[in-house]
Each structure stands twice: as C-alpha cells, then as structure tokens.
C-alpha cells in the first residue's frame, strides 16, 4: 500500500502540488485516530526560518524535525498544524519520519540529486536519490494503538507506549549519554502512575538484561521509513 500520493480537492484551499499522507499509528483526538495529513512543498520563506533555526547552538535532530514539520505539515485529518502545532510532538516517531518524507516529495519529487566529491579521486558524481525504493516504509507488525507488552527476568510484566516526537526532544536535551537517554526513555514511557522521579529511579533500578530487552522492544516496535545510509 503506498503511504503517499497526490492529491487535489478543488473545494479547499489545498493546492495540487501538496501530498496526502496515510499515517502509520496516527493521531488521537476526541477518541477518534486521525489516520491522514496533508503536507506541503517547502518555499524561501520555508528555507529561511529553517536555516536561521539550524545554526543556533544545541539544537537536537528531533527538535530541527519538528521546526521542519511545522512549517511543511498542513494539517492532521481536520486538524490544522498552524493552529495547533503541538500535536506533531504527539506523533510516534516512525509518523514523523512518514512525514519528513512527504514533505521532501511534495518540495523536490520523488527524485533527489545531490553532486558527490568522491574521496579516493577527489572527481566529482552526480547521484539521483529514490525517495521510495531507498527509504522503504516499513509496514507495522502489530496493533500499534495497543501497549507494547515485555515481560522481565522475574516474570514480571511491563507495558510501554510508543516514543513520541515531544520524548525524543526531551530526552536529547536531558540524556548526556546514551545511558541516560535510555534511562529516561524508559521512565517516559513506561505505563505508570508513578511520579517521574519514581519512574527513573526504577529505570535506574533494572538489570542491564531487562533495561537491553526494554529498550529493544521499544525501538524494534516502531514502523515507519528506514533512515539508514543508502548505497550508491
């Protein structure tokens, strides 16, 4: 199933150029999951404030995404991003990377080229990026509207929602090491009625068995584009 195509509604003010997405989990509002976006081709005006964006000092990749989504991110089924831009931190990661992805096709095509400075020759290669067969969508396994469910070493079972966009920002500008970005991952989306500081004590607590398999369950779940080097 493709997760994007074009799409034109001649009674709204979307322009034929913007691209209608199917989301993987979605977003919940008023019970309800959202399961489409609308997103945009990205303009100057777009590339500015982006650029401006980019060179402060201490910016995470999540929080330059989310800068990014905001301004190439119509709308969340009804939902308009300009007038409720915190939803997209809501979004589950593999979303965000769904759309990150639209939003490069609706600007550049579904071709990207780039000139390449080979290192062995210094000459220079013209190389064409499939936006599609590069970064294939990986489709989800399992219900993703339900909690992930890991039991423990000593039988215990623990259920964990799905990383959102809003975790990975905090969790980039708090976590120094990547112990501590597991550690506080863990505590944030660990189903409890704990306080926080009672949720990272338990994470600290864990065995590094069952913080390894936590961890791995959490990122292993997650659908969406493969944001991995691609072989040219």
Not at 149 to 154: G, P
Not at 163 to 171: A, F, K, L, R, W
């Amino acid at each position: 199933r493709r997760h994007t195509r074009y799409w034109r509604d001649w009674s709204s003010d979307v322009c034929s150029s913007d691209l209608k997405v199917d989301l993987l989990r979605g977003y919940q509002s008023q019970g309800e999951w959202l399961m489409s976006a609308v997103v945009r081709e990205l303009n100057g005006e777009d590339e500015e404030i982006l650029s401006a964006y980019d060179i402060q000092k201490n910016v995470t990749y999540s929080e330059y995404m989310t800068q990014l989504l905001r301004r190439g991110v119509v709308s969340i089924g009804d939902l308009e991003v300009a007038k409720q831009p915190a939803i997209l931190e809501e979004l589950i990661v593999g979303d965000r990377d769904v759309l990150f992805l639209a939003v490069l096709k609706a600007t550049y095509g579904r071709y990207r080229e780039f000139q390449v400075t080979c290192r062995e020759c210094s000459g220079d290669n013209d190389i064409t990026m499939d936006l599609e067969k590069d970064f294939t969508i990986e489709q989800p396994k399992v219900d993703l509207h339900a909690p992930i469910e890991v039991t423990l070493k000593n039988g215990e079972s623990v259920q964990l929602r799905y990383p959102t966009g809003g975790d990975s920002q905090i969790v980039g500008k708090r976590g120094k090491t990547t112990a501590e970005q597991n550690t506080l991952m863990l505590s944030r989306c660990v189903m409890s009625n704990k306080a926080t500081s009672e949720k990272e004590a338990w994470a600290r607590g864990l065995s590094l068995a069952d913080r390894n398999k936590l961890v791995k369950s959490l990122f292993s779940a997650q659908p969406g584009p493969r944001m991995e080097e691609v072989e040219t």
